[in-house]
Nanobody, 115 residues
């Protein structure tokens, strides 16, 4: 089972920025397509950004132009740079394989955006 450890969340004002990190314990991380998901209270978990093994990225319309996903295969880490944050971005953010995720999740990292 791949261990997924997210970090970097916090409290930020509207318009602010955060950078999330996720480290995966897999020796084949470099070939795993990864993504960032989020889940707000009362809502379903949604995929907001994904990156293939060759670096091709895709974003949900709600974050396009504001979020950037990247990966460092040497560090088994995937990042999510979030700029111009909005109150509706507040959620627990998780990383996982994408677009088809593993059946398990890490602990996630909380992002809170104050208006």
């Amino acid at each position: 089972q791949v261990q997924l450890v997210e970090s970097g969340g916090g409290l930020v004002q509207t318009g602010g920025s955060l950078r999330l990190s996720c480290t995966a314990s897999s020796i084949v991380f470099r070939i795993i397509p990864m993504g960032w998901y989020r889940q707000a209270p009362g809502k379903e978990r949604e995929l907001v950004a994904q990156i293939t093994s060759d670096g091709t990225t895709n974003y949900a319309d709600s974050v396009k132009g504001r979020f950037t996903i990247s990966r460092d295969n040497a560090k088994n880490t995937v990042y999510l740079q979030m700029n111009n944050l909005k109150p509706e971005d507040a959620a627990v953010y998780y990383c996982n394989k994408a677009p088809v995720h593993y059946s398990y999740w890490g602990q996630g990292t909380q992002v809170t955006v104050s208006s």
